[in-house]
């Protein structure tokens, strides 16, 4: 929660003045009983009009001002806590936006976009809260028994005696709440998570007649979420009924006790209203607590569930300086290794490529040729041997840097909603008409643009939801090209093309002065490159030119006649 609260120091002006507002509006709260009871005793007792009248427009003139607090107050708590919540939101981002695939790991998606909306949100609503009336209500309590105890003591003592066991109960009532409230939390991932999940698979599901199934599923987790939910309203709201019987069954016995003394003369009509009118706003401000244990309890949860993002530990090399060199394309692994989560993905791995030339990578699944990819750009760290770009180390260079240099085409193709142009474009900031159509010639897939009505300005849909897999692989592709990269990484990016289209692309990458590394299942596609790598379990088995592995590699010569088997 500390964590949390830092973000309304930046508003600290605004949280002072909303505080301060609320002290006025606690003070009149605190004197309009006194006075109501002066008026009663002096002005209607006595039949002096005119004292009623002047105590009475004073009495009216502080209410106005409480009022005009009160709405001034609001202004500047909402300026606070939208505030805090924008800065949330935006340092949120940014920590997402630099973790690993490590990072992703311990969080997953759902529950990354419920901590950066709704728990903000609780949060916003705490903090505006807290500045609004929370501070308000504890003091109120305070207060009124003191002032109680300056007009009856008897009476008063019976207040003090109500107060604290009613404190103990709301305590509790809190301590439930908070592990309720955050259970409530993470169940809304699930079912976020299962929304998420049908939302991007809702043709697999249709293919498959799996609706049925898939609404059973969701069934079960919002059932789960309703039910939590339920759970811990129904505290919140038991608190309710319980304060006010223990309020009102006081607020019996202070008019009961009251209407003895006034009988006795030990006290005046004025000063039981007073008193009946602090219990009865004592009453009010406790039920008033009860819905800010609820607000307490969701955002102390939330605090908790963000806390942990802006928490996790980050790569600090990506904020490390470097050099600033424009690269050749030249890389070199010497005896890299690379583990993740304990699991040895990479052992010893070394090889040599020179600017300009195209590197195959070839191996089964699990054999660690995306994680060697992705060490390339440092998305993974190794945590042995030493990577070199020309002559330089790879904690030499400045990571934002090297990257500009780098582009990749990931295996799993992801397209942004807009048009043609823009997810072009989105590869190079302000490139330029002709560089756009350049890349998307080299893509092969320019004359396709051309062919659609609207040509570049064609509105992919989500995710390019009305493109081939073909057609979405060459529009990531021109996008890795149009920055112009020195080094280029495509990670079994040409799977769904056919034959002859791959062949032109790969010509035309040819012509380009980049490195290019290229992972394909099969050898037809990397028959043509200036080197292709073995890996198996993590190591490299073989290297060489295509000729050269039929000659010298058993293995990729048994997967080679497999692959012509096949297409005979």
Known sequence: MRTIFSYVYTYKISAVIALLLMGVELVVELVQPLLMGKIIDQGIL?????????????????????????????????????????????????????FTSKNFHAFSTPGLITRMTNDVTQIQNLIFMFVRIALRAPLFIIFALVMAFSVDFELALLLVVTVPVLLIFLIWVLSRGVKLFK?????????????????????????????????????????????????????MELAIPVI??????????????????????????????????????????????????????????????????????????????GKLDSLSGQVSFRNVSFAFENTITLKDVSFYANAGETIGILGETGSGKTALLHLIPRLYEKQAGEIYFDQFTISELEVKSLRKQISLVPQEIHLFSGSVRDNIAWGKEHAKEEEIIEAAKTAQIH??????PQGYETQLGQKGITFSGGQKQRLSIARALVREPKILILDDSTSALDAQTEALLLKALKQKECTVFMVAQKISSLKAADKILVLRQGEIIANGTHEELLTDSSYYREVYQSQQEEVM
């Not at 409530?184 to 299962?194: G, S």
């Not at 209407?259 to 706003?281: D, S």
């Not at 004359?447 to 659609?452: A, C, E, G, I, P």
């Open 46 to 98: 006595n039949k002096d009009l005119t004292f009623v009248a002047t105590w009475g427009g004073v009495l009216v003139g502080l209410s106005l001002l409480a009022f005009t607090a009160g709405i001034t107050n609001s202004f500047f708590a909402a300026n606070a806590s939208q505030g805090a919540g924008y800065d949330l939101r935006r340092d949120l981002f940014k920590k997402v936006q630099a």
């Open 183 to 235: 259970s409530v939390q993470e169940r809304l991932d699930k079912v976020n998570t299962v929304i998420r999940e049908n939302l991007a698979g809702i043709r697999l599901i249709k293919g498959f007649n799996r609706g049925s199934y898939e609404e059973e599923r969701f069934k079960e987790v919002n059932h789960s979420l309703v039910d939590r939910n339920k759970r811990a309203l129904w505290l």
């Open 244 to 321: 006010m019987l223990g309020m009102n069954t006081v607020i019996l016995i202070v008019l009961w006790a009251g209407a003895n003394q006034l009988q006795t003369g030990g006290a005046r009509a004025g000063e039981v209203v007073a008193m009946v009118n602090y219990a009865t706003r004592i009453m009010f401000t406790f039920s008033a607590f009860t819905f800010l244990i609820m607000v307490f309890s969701r955002g102390n949860a939330s605090a908790t569930r963000i806390s942990e993002v802006l928490n996790e530990n980050t790569p600090s090399y990506l904020d490390e300086e």
């Open 447 to 452: 004359s396709f643009v051309t062919s659609l």
